[in-house]
């Protein structure tokens, strides 16, 4: 089974800082790595797949970079709105979900 | 507008069963692969289990195989997942998610997901 190390758990930034998070899969996944915002008692939405594919209508504030087994997620600067936890997942391997890293605000 | 939305969750005893729905609207639902992920209170994500546009493959997490079994019924564009020997472990609210493209099996990216349903198992 692939496991996902995802970093920090949490973090507590500025409104417009420059946040990262990172990704770590235990083996090569490619570029098979999404990554995924869940507010306070919503479901959990997409921004990004295949490492670094914006989806329709996500901030361009968002990116992902990163193949392998090493990832990386960016809020560009960090808005107020963006409070929330992000999860990476894997589908090299059916899926799994990073641990989260949950973002407030400082 | 493409929706899913489950139904069935509730309490139950250690041991005892219980049967998720996942009704599904706004999209070609045979075609494409869906799945369940659970996520206990106050932790992470967990997939928990995938199938197929067609329903002939399925695929399940290690800690539900051989217990829950997952399946669909594409004349009513429902998705289902059927949970037996429930352990106090799988606490937890169930997202259905419609995986995002058409030419895998099973997983890709999910979008979207439902609002969830909660489980709760205890005695």
């Known amino acids: 089974d692939i496991q996902m190390t995802q970093s920090p758990s949490s973090l507590s930034a500025s409104v417009g800082d420059r946040v990262t998070i990172t990704c770590q899969a235990s083996q090569d996944i490619s570029n098979y790595l999404n990554w995924y915002q869940q507010k306070p008692g919503k479901a959990p939405k997409i921004l990004i797949s295949d490492a670094s594919n914006l989806k329709t209508g996500v901030p361009s504030r968002f990116s992902g970079s990163g193949s392998g087994t090493d990832f990386t997620f960016t809020v560009s600067s960090l808005q107020p709105e963006d409070i929330a936890t992000y999860y990476c997942?894997?589908?090299?391997?059916?899926?799994?979900f990073g641990g989260g890293t949950k973002v407030e605000i400082k | 507008e493409v929706q899913v939305l489950e139904s069935g969750g509730g309490m139950v005893q250690p041991g005892g069963s219980l049967r998720l729905s996942c009704a599904a609207s706004g999209f070609t639902f045979r075609s494409y692969a869906m799945s369940w992920v659970r996520q206990a209170p106050g932790k992470g994500l967990e997939w928990v289990s995938g199938i197929s546009g067609s329903g002939g493959s399925t695929y399940y997490a290690d800690s539900v195989k051989g217990r829950f079994t997952i399946s669909r019924d594409n004349s009513r564009n429902t998705l289902y997942l059927q949970m037996n020997t429930l352990r106090a472990e799988d606490t937890a609210v169930y997202y259905c998610?419609?995986?995002?493209?058409?030419?895998?099996?099973?997983?890709?990216?999910?979008?979207?997901w439902g609002q969830g349903t909660l489980v709760t198992v205890s005695s």
């Open positions: 997942q894997q589908y090299h391997s059916l899926a799994t």
């Open positions: 998610a419609k995986d995002a493209d058409t030419t895998t099996i099973c997983c890709n990216w999910f979008d979207p």
